[in-house]
């Protein structure tokens, strides 16, 4: 499971966490994808996140090891609790946490780190269980005050 996390890692910070990083054509009506190749191993490894939504969003992540069944994946279910600060939450503490994915090794490389602070915003994760099936709740916090969350869960598919 170690280089499925190495390349989970990777992939995250080259696609929704990298403000940067550009969208792929979307597979379904209304959806808001990425992807990104890399390797596990010797195997072709393809990472797909697929969301719809914004302030109240839905998704799934899929990694297809080898073929073009998939081998991982995690669903996802956020929204805003103050509409008014989502950009701005996003911006300060929400991609700049997913940035830090695999770096606090307290948690599973799912999201962000347990902990991640920047000026008034607190970002956090929890998470129980193993790679091959997890829960995990995240949240963000402005001047003490919940205004995002995050539930997610998933595993090993086959």
């Known amino acids: ?23 792929t054509k979307p597979l379904r009506q209304g959806s808001s994808d990425y992807h990104f ?12 996140d697929t969301y ?9 992540e899929v990694v297809y ?10 669903n996802y279910y956020g929204y805003s609790l103050n509409d008014d600060e989502y950009e ?26 347990s902990r991640f ?4 915003y607190i970002y956090t994760f929890e998470c129980n269980g193993i790679m091959e099936s997890f829960t995990g709740v ?3 916090y402005k001047n003490n005050e919940l205004i995002y969350e995050l539930h997610c869960h998933g595993g090993i598919i086959n």
């Open 52 to 60: 719809f939504g914004g302030k109240k969003f839905i998704g799934e």
């Open 88 to 113: 701005k939450a996003i911006a300060n503490a929400l991609r700049p946490a997913l940035m830090q994915v695999g770096i606090d090794k307290k948690v599973l490389p799912l999201r962000g780190p």
């Open 138 to 140: 995240e949240k963000i």
């Open 1 to 23: 499971m170690r280089e499925i996390e190495d390349f989970l890692i990777e992939a995250k910070k080259n696609t929704y966490a990298n403000g940067k990083a550009l969208r």
């Open 65 to 74: 090891l080898d073929s073009e069944e998939p081998f991982w994946g995690m």
């Open 117 to 120: 602070v920047n000026g008034d």
């Open 37 to 48: 190749e890399g390797k596990i191993g010797d195997k072709k490894a393809i990472y797909h």
